[in-house]
């Protein structure tokens, strides 16, 4: 693993947050002046709570910047070209407004 990256934990080390854990990515998208649409996570009826960007989030980009554990994945989204970050132990979701579907990409090198 490379030094240089910043490790996402499995789990929030906050017991009072779910998702404090993936705080850091959120931080990184808004520092890069992507606009966030909603303060927090959002739960819809299924229990997926989503994190939505007004813009397209860059894979490339979070890849080379964290290091994730098993349990959260970074997706590719078909339709508009951006990416998804998944935490599936948590049932976490960060991505561009408007998007659902997405397959997840090799990982880069």
Same mark, same amino acid.
């Given at each position: 693993?490379?030094?240089?990256?910043?490790?996402?934990?499995?789990?929030?080390?906050?017991?009072?947050?779910?998702?404090?854990?993936?705080?850091?990515?959120?931080?990184?998208?808004?520092?890069?002046?992507?606009?966030?649409?909603?303060?927090?996570?959002?739960?819809?009826?299924? #229990?997926?709570?989503? %994190? =939505?960007?007004?813009? +397209?989030? $860059?894979?490339?980009?979070?890849?080379?910047?964290?290091?994730?554990?098993?349990?959260?994945?970074?997706?590719?989204?078909?339709?508009?070209?951006?990416?998804?970050?998944?935490?599936?132990?948590?049932?976490?979701?960060?991505?561009?407004? #408007?998007?659902?579907? %997405? =397959?997840?990409?090799? +990982?880069? $090198?």
């Amino acid at each position: 693993m490379d030094a240089s990256l910043i490790q996402i934990p499995e789990s929030s080390p906050d017991p009072g947050s779910v998702d404090a854990h993936l705080r850091p990515i959120i931080d990184f998208l808004i520092a890069r002046g992507n606009q966030p649409l909603s303060q927090g996570f959002n739960k819809d009826k299924w #229990g997926l709570r989503s %994190f =939505s960007f007004k813009k +397209p989030l $860059p894979a490339e980009l979070i890849r080379r910047k964290f290091s994730f554990p098993e349990n959260i994945k970074v997706a590719e989204y078909n339709t508009y070209g951006g990416a998804v970050v998944v935490d599936m132990k948590h049932a976490l979701i960060i991505r561009q407004e #408007g998007e659902s579907h %997405f =397959s997840e990409a090799a +990982p880069t $090198p």
